[in-house]
């Protein structure tokens, strides 16, 4: 764990994608469990609510709700993961993997990205930290024992199956072509004893996987982004966050952890962001971005090719900075012609820009965009005129509402000019 940062603390998340199999009408199921009914003075039982609408994707998306007295975005909704702990970088984990830890990265392989541009969170010599487990690998465990703590997914192989990592990797073929498939390693007992015992002590995480004769499914988890809580948030706690994907066979058992969560929903990535600005539900510039690129793939098994080849690419570091402007607030990104140079003053700082402009002259000021304009907490326009690094997707937002001339700061509506 970096315990050298200056401004954030290291975390990670998975965006879990499943395969529904229905393409034409569909229906979604949202969860509600005990923990959020009963502040509304009802019955403590599970509540079941079905919506039916035409929808091309054939996968859906995990999304948990925050509590809202959680210290950081209350209520929105965000993909599963969580701080990293020091038990993931653990020499402990050396034995779990002791078939892989003279490969590259415990056989995830290299990454092609020129170590220069790497993100710090990725590109940090663990070794002169005291760990001798690589970045890659525990990023992927803490997203993993993360989400097995929120969700009560666990995604991890029998040591019985390392043969077939073995065999992937003699190939040349470091990671999976399938989609990932869930194992019952024991019953539902079993298994709530242990995300309880994980959840009070993330060394118990090591504990379980030697227990059950398991590894964590590092080689599922796909490289996808990095994100960085934008300078100038009221928030005293600010993330550097790995961003990784893991495509799944079927959607899951799911469960909230009745603490941190207090509501998950599995829907496809146009739902979400049709549901945002209709007011559905809240949801954080990450994930309207990301959901926007995973737009581009209304098949599972098209995204789940992508993600694994583009992987090995490398990713950009995404630190948006804020430009507070008359009618809105412009997050910049990394290749916008207003991205500052020195990112490092402004943090040093801790201050926004400003401007005296309105958006629309902005717009109009400028050639190269990658922004994103927020005019109230449910209106926001991606704009994007650039082409993404690490042959990654630009966010596509055809299924939603067509684009036009920027809202109102009272309109509310999720837009885009790509």
């Given at each position: 764990?970096?315990?050298?940062?200056?401004?954030?603390?290291?975390?990670?998340?998975?965006?879990?994608?499943?395969?529904?199999?229905?393409?034409?009408?569909?229906?979604?199921?949202?969860?509600?469990?005990?923990?959020?009914?009963?502040?509304?003075?009802?019955?403590?039982?599970?509540?079941?609510?079905?919506?039916?609408?035409?929808?091309?994707?054939?996968?859906?998306?995990?999304?948990?709700?925050r509590s809202g007295k959680s210290g950081f975005m209350p209520n929105a909704y965000v993909f599963p993961g969580g701080v990293v702990e020091p038990s993931d970088f653990s020499s402990d984990w050396l034995e779990t993997f002791k078939s892989f830890r003279h490969w590259p990265h415990f056989g995830l392989g290299f990454v092609k990205q020129a170590p220069e541009t790497r993100p710090v969170i990725f590109a940090t010599d663990r070794l002169k930290l005291g760990s001798t487990i690589p970045s890659a690998v525990a990023l992927r465990i803490c997203a993993i024992r993360e989400t097995f703590e929120e969700s009560g997914i666990l995604l991890v192989v029998p040591k019985s199956e390392e043969h077939n990592v073995n065999d992937q990797h003699h190939r040349g073929n470091n990671i999976s072509t399938s989609l990932t498939r869930l194992n019952e390693l024991c019953d539902k007992g079993e298994l709530a004893r242990w995300r309880s015992l994980v959840t009070e002590n993330p060394l118990n995480f090591i504990r379980m996987c030697r227990e059950l004769d398991c590894m964590p499914n590092i080689w599922a988890m796909h490289e996808w982004g990095n994100w960085l809580t934008p300078i100038g948030l009221k928030t005293k706690r600010r993330y550097d966050t790995a961003f990784f994907i893991c495509c799944l066979q079927e959607v899951p058992h799911t469960l909230q952890d009745e603490k941190e969560v207090i509501h998950f929903k599995w829907s496809s990535p146009p739902e979400v962001l049709r549901g945002y600005p209709a007011r559905e539900h809240f949801i954080a510039l990450?994930?309207?971005?990301?959901?926007?690129?995973?737009?581009?793939?209304?098949?599972?098994?098209?995204?789940?090719?992508?993600?694994?080849?583009?992987?090995?690419?490398?990713?950009?570091?995404?630190?948006?900075?804020?430009?507070?402007?008359?009618?809105?607030?412009?997050?910049?990104?990394?290749?916008?012609?207003?991205?500052?140079?020195?990112?490092?003053?402004?943090?040093?700082?801790?201050?926004?820009?400003?401007?005296?402009?309105?958006?629309?002259?902005?717009?109009?000021?400028?050639?190269?965009?990658?922004r994103m304009a927020c005019f109230d907490a449910y209106t926001v326009t991606v704009h994007m005129s650039i082409t993404p690094k690490y042959k990654h997707l630009p966010p596509k937002y055809k299924h939603l509402p067509p684009t036009g001339d920027p809202p109102e700061p009272s309109a509310s509506g999720l837009k885009s000019q790509l």
């Amino acid at each position: 764990m970096n315990t050298g940062l200056k401004y954030w603390k290291e975390a990670a998340t998975v965006i879990l994608a499943a395969r529904t199999g229905c393409t034409n009408v569909r229906h979604v199921v949202d969860s509600l469990k005990t923990s959020e009914i009963a502040s509304t003075n009802l019955a403590k039982s599970d509540m079941t609510h079905k919506t039916f609408d035409y929808d091309p994707f054939d996968f859906e998306v995990l999304l948990l709700k925050r509590s809202g007295k959680s210290g950081f975005m209350p209520n929105a909704y965000v993909f599963p993961g969580g701080v990293v702990e020091p038990s993931d970088f653990s020499s402990d984990w050396l034995e779990t993997f002791k078939s892989f830890r003279h490969w590259p990265h415990f056989g995830l392989g290299f990454v092609k990205q020129a170590p220069e541009t790497r993100p710090v969170i990725f590109a940090t010599d663990r070794l002169k930290l005291g760990s001798t487990i690589p970045s890659a690998v525990a990023l992927r465990i803490c997203a993993i024992r993360e989400t097995f703590e929120e969700s009560g997914i666990l995604l991890v192989v029998p040591k019985s199956e390392e043969h077939n990592v073995n065999d992937q990797h003699h190939r040349g073929n470091n990671i999976s072509t399938s989609l990932t498939r869930l194992n019952e390693l024991c019953d539902k007992g079993e298994l709530a004893r242990w995300r309880s015992l994980v959840t009070e002590n993330p060394l118990n995480f090591i504990r379980m996987c030697r227990e059950l004769d398991c590894m964590p499914n590092i080689w599922a988890m796909h490289e996808w982004g990095n994100w960085l809580t934008p300078i100038g948030l009221k928030t005293k706690r600010r993330y550097d966050t790995a961003f990784f994907i893991c495509c799944l066979q079927e959607v899951p058992h799911t469960l909230q952890d009745e603490k941190e969560v207090i509501h998950f929903k599995w829907s496809s990535p146009p739902e979400v962001l049709r549901g945002y600005p209709a007011r559905e539900h809240f949801i954080a510039l990450p994930q309207i971005y990301e959901l926007g690129r995973m737009c581009q793939f209304p098949q599972l098994r098209d995204l789940h090719s992508f993600s694994r080849t583009r992987a090995a690419e490398g990713c950009e570091q995404f630190l948006p900075v804020r430009l507070v402007s008359t009618d809105c607030h412009v997050f910049l990104l990394p290749g916008d012609d207003l991205y500052p140079e020195n990112v490092e003053l402004l943090e040093e700082r801790g201050a926004d820009l400003s401007t005296e402009k309105r958006f629309e002259l902005l717009q109009q000021e400028s050639s190269a965009l990658h922004r994103m304009a927020c005019f109230d907490a449910y209106t926001v326009t991606v704009h994007m005129s650039i082409t993404p690094k690490y042959k990654h997707l630009p966010p596509k937002y055809k299924h939603l509402p067509p684009t036009g001339d920027p809202p109102e700061p009272s309109a509310s509506g999720l837009k885009s000019q790509l």
